[in-house]
């Protein structure tokens, strides 16, 4: 299934290092998110994202800053992140994210992000 | 209180047996519910939606009952296949922002 991909699938990186996660959707959707997945924790979700515009950050810290230039695309830069923020980071799109919608969420793959 | 609260498990079946999970919410302005399935070291995949009415799909009948935010995960005749985790996860409302719990795991054995 290609409909939602993440690049890269695997990450390890230091503490000083910038990065970036992408993810891009062939579905035509305009709503993407962005979740984080720590071990034994359910998902956290950290960004919304509807038709470009960010309708959502749920508390991240700054050192996790997302970028969405179109319905298409979302990135998640990482700077100066901290082994405690080691996850398996999901992005997902869906139709509409309009309130109210009930629209089934379809998740990428994953970069499975390791902060030495 | 979490807002989304399963039992962990593990619940492990025989094959062919019927196992059951259920799911509690807190938010009672919760409009849509869903029951996702995740492989180890894979992303979730929608099993099924939750409708009022109740809803089958094959061997998979979901309930709702939202007097007392429930909602449960019934597998008739478990197949080895069906060895993953499962998630309910609920609409918190605003932007479909949808609230997870942390899954139930399911290990059928031979």
């Known amino acids: 299934e290609t409909g939602v991909t993440q690049t890269p699938r695997h990450l390890v990186m230091g503490m000083t290092n910038k990065k970036s996660l992408k993810c891009e959707q062939h579905l035509g959707h305009n709503a993407m998110y962005w979740y984080k997945q720590s071990a034994k924790k359910p998902l956290e979700l950290m960004f919304v994202?509807?038709?470009?515009?960010?309708?959502e950050n749920n508390s991240v810290p700054s050192r996790f800053s997302p970028e969405c230039p179109n319905s298409s695309h979302l990135f998640l830069h990482l700077h100066t992140l901290q082994p405690e923020d080691s996850a398996l980071y999901l992005c997902a799109s869906s139709p509409s994210g309009l309130a109210g919608s009930e629209d089934t969420q379809y998740f990428g793959p994953g970069t499975r992000l390791t902060v030495l | 209180r979490k807002e989304v609260e399963q039992d962990p498990g593990p619940f492990n079946v025989p094959e062919g047996a019927t196992v059951a999970f259920n799911c509690t919410y807190s938010?009672?302005?919760?409009?849509?519910f869903f029951w996702y399935r995740q492989d180890c070291r894979k992303e979730p995949k929608l099993l099924m939606s939750v409708y009022s009415s109740g809803n089958e799909d094959g061997r998979f009948t979901a309930q709702l009952n939202r007097a007392s935010q429930y909602i449960s995960l019934l597998i008739r005749d478990s197949k080895l296949s069906d060895s993953a985790t499962y998630l309910c996860?609920?609409?918190?409302?605003?932007?479909?922002?949808?609230?997870f719990g942390a899954g139930t795991r399911l290990a059928v054995h031979p």
């Open positions: 994202y509807n038709f470009k515009e960010q309708t």
């Open positions: 938010n009672s302005a919760s409009q849509s």
């Open positions: 996860v609920v609409n918190s409302g605003g932007y479909n922002k949808l609230i």
